[in-house]
Nanobody
Framework: QVQLVESGGGLVQAGGSLRLSCAAS????????IGWYRQAPGKQRELVAK???????DYADSVKGRFTISRDNAKNTVYLQMDSLKPEDTAVYYC?????????WGQGTQVTVSS
């Protein structure tokens, strides 16, 4: 099993930056994919950025050039650096990992961008 704990959310003005962290614990060596998703009020959860099985990074078109996903394998932590934030980036951000065919989610962290 895998446990995921996100941190780093908060309130920021438009144009500002935040860095989210997702700390993984448990059977982390078996994680196939790991990344960030978000869900805004009244909307479906959507991909923000992820590392695929091959280590390739995938980004939603809406965040390309503004967000960067990275990882520190020694700390079992994945980061999401968010720059040039916009009010439409306001959402709960979740970390998701797939492991042995199972899907694990963190509890989420709120990001609010004021205009």
């Amino acid at each position: 099993q895998v446990q995921l704990v996100e941190s780093g959310g908060g309130l920021v003005q438009a144009g500002g930056s935040l860095r989210l962290s997702c700390a993984a614990s448990g059977s982390t060596a078996g994680i196939n994919q790991i990344g960030w998703y978000r869900q805004a009020p009244g909307k479906q959860r959507e991909l923000v950025a992820k590392f695929s099985n091959s280590g390739r990074t995938d980004y939603a078109d809406s965040v390309k050039g503004r967000f960067t996903i990275s990882r520190d394998n020694a700390k079992n932590t994945v980061y999401l650096q968010m720059d040039s934030l916009k009010p439409e980036d306001t959402a709960v951000y979740y970390c998701k990992a797939t492991w042995a065919g199972y899907v694990y989610w963190g509890q989420g962290t709120q990001v609010t961008v004021s205009s």
